[in-house]
């Protein structure tokens, strides 16, 4: 199988978009993602997220544009791409009435992987990923978070040069997280180009080399973490009060420095953009206190990547 260094390009999509009927889930979307790499397509629900992964793994057709995985064309070379690509889908793909190991097995002989190979894969799999506690158990009597591991599991069966995991983390308790996020940037830097989508902005923020932001079909953001972080060219003022009434207060005390959309009235915080550095935050917090509302505690914060996310997405604040 040929192999790719590190750092060159072996997903390319290029202007890909595609319609359900009226609705146009992806438009002109384009990007590539690198060999030893973590690129991670980030959106809110509905962006086309997993539409684009259906496209690249080539269980949709695509409209318009074009792609191509270690240089087969997908609308060429179907077959070809099948044979280079691991997927862990949004839904589950398992088979829970077979055991863990049976369905490994499956997956092996999909990939027409031969028997003895086959046996010593799944093995290495069942123990690399420790799953032999329930390697021998029906799927069906598995929690949540051993299935969905199963799943991420046998989208390697065949050391795939392109790894595609849509939101392979959810639903996983925060110990098993942080374990497939060791695995996967294992993957990625033993050479795998990984293509994952994720709801949790910190797993981008820990794993992802490249992060592409997806809003209502349309890619409106790319770069590094921090890039995004640096171009809101802003830090954050978080300050928190003893009641929803003086939140409300200070964001009247305020005027056009905050916004309702900073207001979190559950938490009785309010989240404000500020550009001006420290001393532009003392005179917001003196303005608050000149007006006679007293603050419980604040924090001044670079951005994250869950402020770079409601900057850019407009469906996740509308
Ligand atoms: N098979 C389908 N038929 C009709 N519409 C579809 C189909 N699949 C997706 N869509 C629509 O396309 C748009 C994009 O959906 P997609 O599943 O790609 O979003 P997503 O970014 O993966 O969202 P989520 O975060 O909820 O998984 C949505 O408006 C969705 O309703
Ligand atoms: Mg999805």
Not at 82 to 87: F, S
Not at 128 to 152: E, I, K, N, P
Not at 175 to 195: K, M, P, Y
Not at 269 to 280: E, F, K, N
Request: charged share 30%; proline share 4%; net charge negative.
């Amino acid at each position: 199988m040929t192999t790719f260094t590190k750092g060159t390009p072996v997903i390319v999509a290029d202007g890909l978009s595609k319609s359900f009927g009226d609705t146009r889930a992806v438009q002109d979307v384009s990007f590539e993602a690198w060999a030893g790499s973590v690129f991670a397509l980030l959106g809110p629900n509905g962006a086309g997220k997993t539409t684009t992964i259906n496209m690249l793994t080539t269980l949709l057709p695509i409209d318009d544009g074009r792609a191509s995985v270690a240089g087969f064309d997908l609308s060429r070379r179907p077959d070809a791409v099948r044979r280079v690509i691991g997927l862990a889908g949004q839904a589950a793909a398992v088979d829970e009435k077979l055991t863990a190991r049976e369905n490994l097995d499956l997956f092996g002989r999909l990939y027409r992987i031969p028997k003895a190979e086959r046996k010593l894969r799944v093995e290495e799999l069942i123990e690399g990923f420790r799953m032999g506690d329930y390697a021998d158990r029906t799927v069906g009597t598995c929690s949540g978070g051993q299935r969905r591991r199963l799943d991420v599991v046998a989208s390697l069966i065949a050391k795939p040069l392109a790894l595609f995991l849509d939101e392979p983390t959810t639903g996983l308790d925060p110990r098993s997280r942080v374990e497939l996020w060791d695995e996967i940037r294992g993957l990625a830097d033993r050479g795998t180009a990984v293509v994952l989508t994720t709801q949790y902005l910190e797993e981008a923020d820990r794993l992802a080399d490249y992060i592409l932001i997806m809003d209502e079909g349309r890619a409106v953001v790319t770069g590094t973490a921090r890039e995004l972080k640096d171009d809101l060219k802003r830090d954050v003022l978080e300050v928190h009060f003893t009641s929803g009434e003086e939140l409300e207060r200070a964001v009247k005390a305020l005027g056009g420095f905050a916004d309702e959309y900073g207001a979190n009235p559950a938490a009785k915080q309010l989240t404000i953009p500020v550009t001006g550095g420290s001393a532009s935050s003392l005179k917001l917090l003196r303005r608050i206190e000149d007006s006679g509302i007293p603050v419980v505690d604040f924090q001044y914060r670079r951005p994250t990547l869950d402020d770079v996310f409601l900057t850019h997405t407009y469906s996740a604040t509308a």
